[in-house]
């Protein structure tokens, strides 16, 4: 047969499989995460992998996309409707995964008889009837070399402005997450290893414990959620964001004084169809993770809005996902927090209302996040310290090299003026595999305005997911 002749033909029945779906015959989708192109023939497969749920049996083809990107299928079907509709006469499906039966004591079957299906993409898979589990893994090696200003000694240099280089491991992480009995109940188990992950703060429980909890789908559409036990609390986008999925070696400077990331509490969540609109509230004990218990009476309230006309913005920085049209994400969020009696110091009241827009096309992405902060002492006057970071990235080559800036800014309190902390920053990425495998360098300049000094940081990082 002809290559002319099967173009003509592949063309045809893409015609056909998009009138037959047109007709409700057929369901088709396509969707872009993390760098790969997930393919559906099956609408509540779709459905299920939008709520987290893994894809039973997947069929990955290597380097297959319009990018050279690889494309999840979600079986034979899919890969099928994909090479018509895009006049592909690539490989056929290969065929499913064998079924493996674990062996029990009598060596012959596992205690329930049922069949086991193991797979490997973004980590290692094992797949029950009742149940699932994803084993997956983070490294991040960093270089770092510092250059204080010259009124400050550096621990372990012979003078004020000497330079400082380092290799470190920032980040070893192990995380188990799947579902339980039901699609609806999923749940994610994670533990960080290195740099402060494994920080020993006094009084926790377990110091590498940063994830731990159960989220139970109540409508089974994603419309509304419960999560209870230790997770991210929804309020700072750049927070909320994994490590694993951001365009500079680490966070702005903004990020680590008013977001504080994990608690331990409850949620409600949800989002619409197509995540045009996402919403959470919670409770918190307002002391961070692995405290034992609540410090005082009283609990931290966040909540949080999200706003996704053109389709769901997927918490990651770089644009892998936008195709053939733009993206658009607008959040407000509001934190209270009531930490007074907590010490015999002069403890904090903070209230938080914070905005940030994310646009992201054909590789191109914009983000920005402000706060405004209130902080009321126990004894004392009020005062504001607000803050804002913005970056913009450009893929020089789609999917593969990246170039970035950000500029941060934090007022420790208005009170005092020209004390503001600065971060300016610049960036290059080169994704070998996505996130799976990258390679980071940044440099950036920390100006103390109050001090009147300026410090420089180089830092090169190796991004590794199994």
Same mark, same amino acid.
């Given at each position: 047969?002809s290559? %002319? +002749?099967r173009a003509?033909?592949?063309?045809?029945?893409?015609?056909?499989?998009?009138?037959g779906?047109?007709?409700? /015959?057929?369901?088709?989708?396509?969707?872009e995460? &993390?760098?790969?192109?997930f393919?559906f023939?099956d609408?509540?497969?779709?459905e299920?992998w939008?709520?987290?749920a893994?894809?039973?049996?997947p069929?990955?083809l290597?380097?297959?996309?319009?990018r050279?990107?690889?494309?999840?299928?979600?079986?034979?079907?899919?890969?099928n409707?994909?090479?018509?509709?895009?006049?592909?006469?690539?490989?056929?499906a290969?065929?499913a995964?064998?079924?493996?039966t674990?062996?029990?004591?009598?060596?012959?079957?596992? @205690?329930?008889?049922?069949?086991?299906?193991?797979? $490997?993409?973004?980590?290692?898979?094992?797949?029950?009837?009742?149940?699932s589990?994803?084993?997956?893994?983070r490294?991040q +090696?960093? !270089?770092?070399?510092?250059?204080?200003p010259?009124?400050?000694?550096?621990p372990?240099?012979?003078?004020?402005?000497?330079?400082?280089?380092?290799f470190?491991?920032?980040?070893?992480?192990?995380?188990?997450?799947g579902?339980?009995l039901?699609?609806e109940?999923?749940?994610?188990?994670?533990v960080? $290893?290195?740099?402060s992950?494994?920080?020993?703060?006094?009084?926790?429980?377990f110091?590498?414990?940063? &994830?731990?909890?159960?989220?139970?789908?109540?409508?089974?559409?994603?419309?509304?959620?419960?999560? *209870?036990?230790?997770?991210?609390?929804? !309020?700072?986008?750049q927070?909320?964001?994994?490590?694993?999925?951001?365009?500079?070696v680490?966070?702005?400077?903004?990020?680590?004084?008013?977001?504080k990331?994990?608690?331990? *509490?409850v949620?409600?969540?949800?989002a619409?169809?197509?995540?045009?609109?996402?919403?959470a509230?919670?409770? #918190?004990?307002?002391?961070?993770?692995?405290?034992?218990?609540?410090?005082?009476?009283?609990?931290? $309230?966040?909540a949080?809005?999200?706003?996704?006309?053109w389709?769901?913005?997927?918490y990651?920085? @770089?644009?892998f996902?936008?195709?053939?049209?733009?993206?658009?994400a607008?959040?407000g969020?509001?934190?209270?927090?009531?930490?007074?009696?907590?010490t015999?110091?002069?403890? #904090?009241?903070?209230?938080i209302?914070?905005?940030?827009?994310?646009?992201?096309?054909?590789?191109?992405?914009l983000f920005? /996040?402000? +706060? $405004?902060?209130?902080?009321?002492?126990?004894?004392?006057?009020?005062f504001?310290s607000?803050?804002?970071?913005?970056?913009? *990235? %450009?893929?020089?080559?789609?999917?593969?090299?990246?170039?970035?800036?950000?500029?941060?800014s934090?007022?420790?309190?208005?009170v005092?003026?020209?004390?503001?902390?600065? /971060?300016?920053? *610049?960036?290059?990425?080169?994704?070998?595999?996505?996130?799976?495998?990258?390679?980071?360098g940044d440099f950036?300049?920390l100006?103390?305005?109050?001090?009147d000094?300026?410090?420089? /940081?180089l830092?090169?990082q190796?991004q590794?997911?199994?």
């Amino acid at each position: 047969m002809s290559l %002319c +002749f099967r173009a003509v033909a592949a063309a045809l029945l893409g015609s056909a499989l998009v009138s037959g779906a047109a007709a409700g /015959e057929l369901y088709y989708l396509e969707a872009e995460k &993390d760098g790969r192109l997930f393919v559906f023939a099956d609408r509540e497969v779709h459905e299920g992998w939008t709520r987290g749920a893994p894809i039973p049996g997947p069929i990955t083809l290597r380097a297959y996309g319009p990018r050279g990107e690889d494309v999840v299928f979600d079986g034979e079907a899919a890969v099928n409707l994909y090479n018509a509709r895009h006049a592909r006469t690539g490989p056929p499906a290969p065929p499913a995964a064998p079924m493996a039966t674990p062996a029990g004591a009598n060596g012959t079957s596992g @205690a329930s008889g049922k069949a086991v299906r193991i797979h $490997w993409d973004h980590g290692t898979t094992f797949e029950f009837d009742d149940a699932s589990v994803t084993i997956e893994n983070r490294l991040q +090696f960093r !270089f770092t070399d510092e250059f204080p200003p010259d009124s400050l000694q550096l621990p372990g240099t012979n003078a004020p402005g000497d330079s400082k280089a380092s290799f470190k491991i920032r980040r070893a992480k192990v995380q188990l997450s799947g579902f339980l009995l039901w699609p609806e109940l999923t749940y994610e188990f994670q533990v960080g $290893w290195a740099g402060s992950d494994a920080g020993v703060a006094e009084g926790t429980t377990f110091s590498g414990l940063e &994830d731990a909890y159960l989220d139970w789908d109540v409508s089974k559409k994603g419309l509304l959620r419960i999560r *209870g036990g230790q997770f991210k609390v929804p !309020f700072g986008r750049q927070e909320f964001t994994s490590s694993e999925r951001q365009q500079f070696v680490d966070r702005s400077i903004l990020s680590f004084e008013l977001t504080k990331s994990r608690d331990v *509490g409850v949620m409600l969540w949800g989002a619409t169809e197509k995540s045009r609109f996402a919403w959470a509230l919670g409770a #918190f004990n307002g002391n961070q993770r692995n405290r034992p218990a609540n410090d005082n009476g009283k609990l931290q $309230w966040n909540a949080r809005a999200t706003f996704q006309p053109w389709g769901d913005v997927r918490y990651s920085e @770089a644009d892998f996902e936008s195709k053939d049209h733009p993206l658009l994400a607008v959040e407000g969020e509001f934190e209270h927090n009531d930490r007074h009696g907590v010490t015999n110091a002069n403890d #904090f009241k903070d209230r938080i209302l914070g905005v940030n827009t994310v646009f992201k096309y054909r590789g191109f992405s914009l983000f920005g /996040e402000y +706060f $405004w902060r209130n902080r009321t002492p126990e004894t004392g006057k009020g005062f504001a310290s607000n803050g804002y970071h913005a970056q913009a *990235g %450009c893929f020089l080559v789609r999917n593969r090299f990246e170039a970035a800036l950000r500029y941060a800014s934090w007022d420790p309190t208005d009170v005092v003026s020209g004390n503001d902390l600065t /971060e300016l920053a *610049g960036v290059l990425n080169y994704y070998i595999r996505g996130h799976k495998l990258k390679a980071t360098g940044d440099f950036r300049r920390l100006r103390d305005e109050g001090r009147d000094e300026t410090a420089h /940081e180089l830092r090169l990082q190796v991004q590794f997911l199994f």
